[in-house]
C-alpha cells in the first residue's frame, strides 16, 4: 500500500486511517522500518508529515528480503502530536500492493 501526497515538505501534519490488511497482521512501513499491529478489521494509523510518502507491507511478506530485518514501533512524531488531525476519504491518497516493488 502506497500514500502518497502532493503537500511537498511545506505541508500540515496528519494521520489517517488505512485499511486492508489481515487482522492482526504486523504491518510494515518500508522507508523507515516502523511496524504497527491492524486492528481487529484490519485498519491501523499513518502518519504523515513533511510530504514524505509511505510504503506498507505485511511484515510476513518480508521474510527473507533483507528490508527491515530490525524495526521499531510506528507512532507519532516528536512534538508533533497535538498537531496531527486524523483525516479521511482524501483524494491525495493512492493505494496499491506493495507486493509488486518487492517482487
Same mark, same amino acid.
Given at each position: ?10 505541508? $500540515?501534519?496528519?494521520?489517517? !486511517? ?13 522507508? @523507515? ?5 491492524? $486492528? &481487529?478489521? &484490519? ?7 513533511? &510530504?514524505?510518502? @509511505? ?13 527491515? !530485518? ?12 497535538? &498537531? ?20
Amino acid at each position: 500500500m502506497f500514500c502518497i501526497t502532493n503537500k511537498s515538505s511545506s505541508g $500540515d501534519n496528519y494521520k489517517i !486511517t488505512l485499511e486492508g490488511f489481515q487482522p492482526g497482521d504486523r504491518v510494515v512501513e518500508v522507508l @523507515r522500518c516502523a511496524a504497527t499491529t491492524a $486492528d &481487529g478489521v &484490519g485498519s491501523f494509523a499513518s502518519f504523515q508529515y513533511d &510530504g514524505e510518502p @509511505r510504503v506498507y507491507v505485511s511484515q510476513d511478506s518480508l521474510k527473507d528480503s533483507g528490508i527491515c !530485518t530490525t524495526t521499531v514501533e510506528a507512532k507519532a512524531k516528536e512534538g508533533a502530536a497535538s &498537531g496531527l488531525v486524523a483525516k479521511g476519504g482524501l483524494a491525495v491518497v493512492a493505494a496499491a500492493w506493495a507486493a509488486l516493488l518487492l517482487a
